[in-house]
């Protein structure tokens, strides 16, 4: 069960969910590592977050 | 329990759109073969529009039609009759038809009749005239109106005894290879061109006109590399009408500009348009012009990137890109992102590039409203003047009003049916 | 005058999007009204009537002809155009632009499906909400981001615990997972030490410290500040704990943290307890006793903490030279005057910050935005009284601001305010390095620092500036240039941040005859 032993044995592959300076500190040590636009969902337009909310 | 249901139902959509099979299957005439048209109808691109709100080349083309039909026997008159009422215009999508820019067809054009033959359905479209002064970019010059005349009069029935010599023609296959060849299937139609005049070539011949008139007919198709756009336009539009009554559906089955607004209308939500302003493009302009001179986004052939061709399908065309001063890293990064808004992959339509994978198929309204990532279009620009013409080409969003409007009415509809 | 130029290549092919960019090149030149450059087709013909730069040759070319029409001004030779296009014609396209970037964590992994670690620093509201998909999808986590509610923090801990996961942070700083630094980390030896830390900037320098005494650590897991709080309840530290003492490459383990909670503190020395590797424990102010009851090894301070877990590696008993220190503070003191009293901590690493205090407090009260103790709170934090240490890092002063060891220029102004004070007497800095961090923390300082002594000096005083460098050689602003060019410019640089505090603090009883009172 525990995956966390796993992880140590494994090369890190790093989704980066944010800062773009910390994808290219990893990029810069030739980590394997995508950078997620991450944008607030509906652009943060409310109404239609709560729309598609109402949809899930 | 309404996510399943919609999930279902796009599923089902997806399915229809990878099920289709269009097929060229002859030449017949607008008013004979389109349904709804009469002598008094003039079909235009785009969400229906009134004349009044029409933009500088939709008005153009409907001159240039009026004198092509010898309604009208001036520009002066033409316009006229276009505003007393005596026409009815209405958008091509309302008569399982499409049309390239300005989309205008009137009653005696010739028109392509492509059947989705797993469905039944038959799609339409005018044949293609060539670039710079044409009647789609709201030209109406005595040199468009003779061009028409001669489509009418010489390319038609040639085109018409050449297919009925060599028999229906597949177009799923042709478009899988395009897509293979460097094309797209909406600004790069080079390889299409081609595969078309290799099918049709050797029944041309095998005609009954005078040779002069054969060679000019070959000759036009070559000279012309968008001369299968207005093939791959019905091609998808028939791809795309057997999705217009799937309940629960949240996937775009229409998106179509008519030079003042762009439209889109959703599986689950019928013949409803939801529509806002259109963009002007910031593309690559012809030496000459600049934005300044551009109209505003218009044209049926959106409808291939609704099918998951076209700008869905950038990695497939890398020149493409440079229209907005791209590389090929961004041509990939353009189709990759599409797979962010679209209900799956195309099973046939592959992109060498993306180790063939399947063009990202069936946009989500959902999915574009979520992520904010608006339908990538690969389109011509026209001047905003009638008359003058095709002035650059580009990339183009749709406004995500549409899609926002649309999800909001999706989500009314199920309110009014008790499912929220 | 104008002039028309142009040029026919025949049988040259070039395709239409090449030649439509090249035409708008053209067109930006100097001299240059129109231009175009294309294939001889029907519509560019007419394109170039339309504009009056067609000529004769241009209307017979073919669609297979390459030609080239200008309209410039007369003094442009027809050669420079040409070389121009031909320079377009073949020029090397730089290295095309970013890589895919897809929009979420799905579209990601459906790209890549073998991440493993996701690394999340989103707005705070968003925070919870991506950690919680990163973990359902099987990823590990390091939650950079703050403002996540407790319960929320709670939540996701659970939810990680329970399927075997990292959920390190949220607010955590600090990772070295597989030898990667991750965030704001130091690039630090591979190694035996294995580290937990509740605080970043003290996790950052543990591990640096350990590099520097020339070992190494196997794993640095962050737990984010509030980890050993009762809501919380250790769930990140026991957990981390115990996929060290699983480690087989980790044979010494560290636990770094502010004062945790009692109970949680005894859950987590319970867990020392049973453990068959030796356990460095440094809860800040933590029970001395409660930890040797339980096996543990108690560390006082950060270098404390290093220090051991090396000797505890080595079997040895190295320690921090002392006396080198006291023979430092005499110099130091000596070019002093005698008017000069105070200590200025100026800090960019909270942690740092209060592991300084901590070395005071037994013979000086040091007023603080952060105080050890709530009398010694600066009344207006913008402004030292005696002997004060500020974390610049502070909510206070970072709120519209990056943290200062992204953006030191708090610090620079803040400096340059002390060095009016002529009671001041030393200034205290941490500058910390590695991934993260600013690209150049030192080269930031040095003008003001300078300015600084300066001012003294021309007061007829001396400014004592004691600085110390978080960072290894193999940071990416390397630690040995760094230390140079601060010794250039007279600052005393310390090999710890509890060294620098010790050698502040020796000055100072110099300077106060013994008596720090």
């Known amino acids: 069960m525990n995956k966390i032993n796993e992880l140590f044995k494994k090369d890190l592959k790093v989704a980066n969910i944010g800062l773009d300076s910390f994808y290219k500190d990893l990029k810069s040590q030739k980590i394997e590592a995508i950078h997620v636009d991450f944008k607030p969902p509906a652009r943060g337009n409310k109404k239609m977050a709560s729309l598609l909310s109402r949809l899930k | 329990m309404v996510t399943e249901r919609i999930d279902r139902a796009n599923k089902e959509a997806l399915d229809r759109i990878l099920k289709a099979q269009p097929t060229i299957v002859g030449i017949g005439r607008a008013i004979d073969d389109i349904p709804g048209m009469t002598e008094k109808t003039i079909l235009h691109a785009g969400p229906p529009v009134k004349w009044e709100d029409m933009s500088g080349p939709l008005k153009g083309a409907i001159i240039g039609g009026l004198l092509y039909e010898g309604i009208a026997k001036s520009e002066e008159e033409a316009v006229e009759i276009a505003e007393s009422g005596q026409i009815t215009f209405d958008s091509c999508h309302h008569h399982n038809a499409v049309g390239p820019m300005a989309g205008v067809v009137t009653p005696s054009m010739p028109v392509w009749i492509v059947k989705n033959k797993a469905f039944d359905?038959?799609?339409?479209?005018?044949?293609?005239?060539?670039?710079?002064?044409?009647?789609?970019?709201?030209?109406?010059?005595?040199?468009?109106?003779?061009?028409?005349?001669w489509m009418e009069n010489t390319l038609a029935p040639i085109l018409k005894e050449a297919i009925q010599l060599?028999?229906?023609?597949?177009?799923?296959?042709?478009?899988?290879?395009?897509?293979?060849?460097?094309?797209?299937?909406?600004?790069?139609?080079?390889?299409?061109?081609?595969?078309?005049?290799?099918?049709?070539?050797?029944?041309?011949?095998?005609?009954?006109?005078?040779?002069?008139?054969?060679?000019?007919?070959?000759?036009?198709?070559?000279?012309?590399?968008?001369?299968?756009?207005?093939?791959?336009?019905?091609?998808?539009?028939?791809?795309?009408?057997?999705?217009?009554?799937?309940?629960?559906?949240?996937?775009?089955?229409?998106?179509?500009?008519?030079?003042?607004?762009?439209?889109?209308?959703?599986?689950?939500?019928?013949?409803?348009?939801?529509?806002?302003?259109?963009?002007?493009?910031?593309?690559?302009?012809?030496?000459?012009?600049?934005?300044d001179d551009a109209n505003r986004d218009i044209g049926d052939s959106c409808i291939t990137e609704t099918t998951g061709i076209g700008g869905f399908a950038m990695a497939t065309s890398l020149p493409i890109v440079k229209f907005v001063g791209g590389t090929p890293k961004d041509a990939l990064n353009y189709t990759l992102s599409m797979y962010e808004i679209t209900e799956g992959e195309n099973d046939i339509y592959k992109i060498p590039a993306l180790d063939f994978r399947g063009t990202p198929t069936g946009i989500d309204v959902r999915k574009v409203v979520e992520t904010g990532i608006a339908p990538i279009i690969n389109t011509g620009i026209a001047h905003k003047d009638p008359g003058v013409g095709q002035v650059g080409a580009g990339l183009v969003r749709p406004p995500m009003k549409c899609f926002e409007d649309a999800l909001e009415d999706f989500v009314l509809s199920l309110e009014e049916e008790g499912l929220l | 005058m104008m002039k028309v130029c142009h040029e026919i290549r025949k049988n040259t092919y070039y395709d239409s999007v090449t030649l439509m960019l090249i035409s708008k090149e053209l067109k930006k030149m100097e001299g240059i009204k129109e231009a175009l450059v294309g294939m001889a087709t029907d519509l560019n013909k007419e394109l170039a009537e339309m504009i009056n730069i067609s000529s004769e040759d241009i209307k017979s070319a073919s669609p297979n002809d390459f030609f080239v029409s200008v309209l410039c001004h007369e003094s442009i030779e027809k050669e420079i155009i040409l070389d121009k296009v031909d320079k377009l014609l073949n020029e090397k396209k730089k290295e095309s632009s970013l890589d895919y970037r897809p929009a979420t964590l799905d579209s990601a992994l459906k790209y890549e499906p073998n991440l493993n670690l996701a690394l999340i620093s989103v707005p705070g509201k968003y925070a919870a909400g991506e950690a919680r998909k990163a973990l359902n999808k099987g990823l590990h986590v390091m939650l950079f981001s703050d403002n996540v509610s407790m319960e929320d923090e709670r939540k996701l801990k659970e939810l990680a615990s329970e399927k075997g996961l990292l959920m390190m942070g949220p607010d955590c700083g600090t990772a070295i997972i597989n030898n990667v630094p991750l965030a704001f980390a130091n690039v630090v030896k591979k190694g035996n030490i294995g580290v937990v830390g509740a605080s970043g900037t003290g996790t950052q320098e543990v591990t640096v410290l350990i590099d520097r005494l020339g070992e190494g650590v196997s794993q640095v897991i962050g737990t984010g500040g509030r980890d050993l709080k009762k809501e919380i309840g250790g769930i990140m530290m026991l957990d981390g704990l115990k996929s060290l003492l699983e480690d087989d490459e980790t044979s010494v383990i560290v636990l770094i943290s502010k004062p945790p909670h009692k109970d949680v503190a005894k859950k987590v020395l319970e867990e020392v307890k049973k453990s068959n590797k030796p356990i460095?424990?440094?809860?800040?102010?933590?029970?001395?006793?409660?930890?040797?009851?339980?096996?543990?090894?108690?560390?006082?301070?950060?270098?404390?903490?290093?220090?051991?877990?090396?000797?505890?590696?080595?079997?040895?008993?190295?320690?921090?030279?002392?006396?080198?220190?006291?023979?430092?503070?005499?110099?130091?003191?000596?070019?002093?005057?005698?008017?000069?009293?105070?200590?200025?901590?100026?800090?960019?690493?909270?942690?740092?910050?209060?592991?300084?205090?901590?070395?005071?407090?037994?013979?000086?009260?040091?007023?603080?935005?952060?105080?050890?103790?709530?009398?010694?709170?600066?009344?207006?934090?913008?402004?030292?009284?005696?002997?004060?240490?500020?974390?610049?890092?502070?909510?206070?002063?970072?709120?519209?601001?990056?943290?200062?060891?992204?953006?030191?220029?708090?610090?620079?102004?803040?400096?340059?305010?002390?060095?009016?004070?002529?009671?001041?007497?030393?200034?205290?800095?941490?500058?910390?390095?590695?991934?993260?961090?600013?690209e150049d923390p030192v080269g930031e300082m040095i003008p003001s620092i300078i300015e600084a002594k300066k001012a003294f000096e021309d007061r007829g005083q001396y400014l004592s500036v004691v600085g110390s460098i978080c960072g290894t050689e193999n940071d990416p602003q390397d630690y040995k240039k760094s230390k140079k060019r601060l010794e250039d410019i007279g600052v005393v640089v310390m090999p710890s941040n509890a060294q620098a505090a010790r050698l502040t603090s020796s000055i100072l009883k110099l300077l106060r005859g013994g008596s720090c009172e």
């Open chain 3, 280 to 438: 460095v424990v440094n809860f800040i102010g933590g029970d001395k006793k409660e930890i040797e009851d339980h096996g543990g090894y108690f560390a006082k301070n950060l270098e404390d903490a290093a220090y051991m877990a090396v000797n505890l590696l080595r079997d040895k008993e190295d320690t921090p030279n002392y006396e080198e220190i006291e023979k430092m503070a005499k110099m130091e003191a000596a070019q002093i005057g005698s008017n000069q009293k105070y200590m200025r901590g100026l800090f960019t690493g909270g942690t740092l910050a209060d592991e300084a205090m901590k070395i005071f407090m037994n013979h000086m009260d040091v007023y603080s935005n952060i105080p050890l103790k709530p009398d010694l709170k600066l009344l207006d934090i913008h402004k030292s009284i005696k002997d004060t240490c500020i974390d610049l890092g502070d909510d206070d002063f970072t709120v519209g601001k990056p943290h200062p060891m992204i953006d030191p220029s708090n610090r620079v102004e803040r400096l340059l305010k002390e060095k009016e004070d002529e009671s001041v007497a030393v200034v205290l800095m941490d500058f910390v390095l590695g991934y993260g961090s600013n």
């Open chain 2, 121 to 149: 359905n038959y799609a339409y479209c005018t044949l293609n005239e060539g670039l710079g002064k044409v009647l789609r970019y709201g030209a109406y010059s005595k040199e468009v109106i003779d061009r028409l005349l």
């Open chain 2, 166 to 291: 060599s028999g229906e023609i597949d177009l799923k296959s042709i478009l899988s290879q395009i897509l293979q060849m460097g094309d797209e299937g909406h600004n790069r139609n080079k390889a299409g061109t081609s595969l078309l005049i290799r099918e049709l070539a050797p029944y041309i011949v095998e005609t009954d006109f005078s040779t002069e008139s054969k060679r000019d007919v070959l000759k036009f198709m070559n000279s012309n590399d968008h001369f299968f756009l207005n093939v791959s336009m019905p091609a998808c539009k028939c791809t795309m009408d057997p999705l217009g009554e799937i309940k629960y559906s949240t996937v775009v089955y229409t998106m179509a500009r008519n030079g003042t607004e762009f439209g889109i209308r959703v599986a689950g939500l019928g013949n409803k348009w939801f529509t806002a302003e259109a963009e002007v493009i910031d593309g690559l302009y012809f030496p000459g012009f600049s934005m």
